[in-house]
């Protein structure tokens, strides 16, 4: 069985897929490396033998969750490294190793999947958005605050601003002006994010006209897909990446 982990700065997604049909046996969202290790001993029949990652976190706490990793389960590691080039998408960074590898393999994975220009949108802890035009070059991209970080924010550097999630989930039944501080909070900060993505969709437009794939991918994914309907939603595409960058032979 293979094990592939997407360590993000908030959750670690993981999968197991079974080595010959690549069927998803296992798979979860964690948020610390003792609950990865717990919802593994957890699966009936477990037997590791690879494990993928990509990492955006330190060297010191990845190297840790692979340690930890090696010692439970006697798996051989490997990691998604940054590349100038690879699968016919070039890395747009002045220094390219600075890219967000969650972020290069999004776009490798989407790149291979519209096999032409596209734009990667990721709403997780961060949101970013990406371009890649129809001959793979990464012309460059976003990075702004996603829900966590907004709402968080907002709750850090005031005094009256405090609720909990399921008031905050309600919150988004309507997206109508807020009249209590949750509502006004929660609907105001998708209301961003939406209007972040009609704008890297305008950007998209001058540069390809219609000849482009949107895709979404990340845990809020689903508070953006309304305002563009014609969007493939893919919450692996890092995995699709991964698997790209990470071959087993
Ligand atoms: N099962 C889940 N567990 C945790 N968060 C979830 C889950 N499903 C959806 N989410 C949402 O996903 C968001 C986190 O996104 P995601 O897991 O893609 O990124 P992350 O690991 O926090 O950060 P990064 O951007 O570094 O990858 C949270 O805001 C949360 O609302
Ligand atoms: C932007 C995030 C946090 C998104 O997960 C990650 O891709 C990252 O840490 N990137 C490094 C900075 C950059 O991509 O320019
Ligand atoms: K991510």
Request: net charge negative; hydrophobic share 50%.
């Amino acid at each position: 069985m293979i094990l592939e982990l997407d360590c993000g700065n908030s959750f670690i997604k993981w999968r197991v897929l079974d080595a010959g049909t690549l069927l998803i046996v296992g798979e979860g969202v964690v948020d610390s490396d003792f609950a990865l290790l717990q919802g593994l001993k957890a699966l009936k029949g477990l037997s590791l033998r690879f494990c993928r990652l990509v990492s955006v976190r330190t060297a010191e706490e990845t190297g840790e969750l692979i340690a930890s990793l090696k010692g439970a389960f006697n798996v051989s590691v490997v990691c998604a490294a940054p590349a100038r080039e690879m699968s016919g998408v070039r890395n747009g960074y002045e220094e390219f190793e600075r890219l967000g590898l969650d972020r290069w393999l999004a776009m490798l994975g989407g790149f291979h999947l519209a096999a032409g220009a596209c734009l990667v949108l990721d709403f997780g802890t961060a949101v970013t958005a990406d371009f890649v035009a129809g001959d793979g070059e990464h012309l460059g991209g976003f990075i702004c605050p996603g829900m966590p970080l907004m709402r968080n924010q907002l709750r850090t550097h005031t005094r009256k601003i405090r609720y909990g999630d399921v008031a905050a989930e309600q919150a988004l039944e309507s997206l109508a002006p807020g009249r209590t501080t949750v509502e006004a909070v929660e609907r105001g900060c998708l209301l961003m994010l939406q209007g972040f993505v009609l704008t890297q969709m305008e950007l998209a437009r001058s540069y390809w006209g219609e000849e482009f794939v949107v895709f979404l991918t990340g845990g809020d994914a689903a508070l953006v897909s309304g305002v563009v309907p014609q969007a493939r939603v893919v919450p692996d595409l890092v995995f699709v990446g991964l698997a790209m960058a990470c071959p087993l032979s």
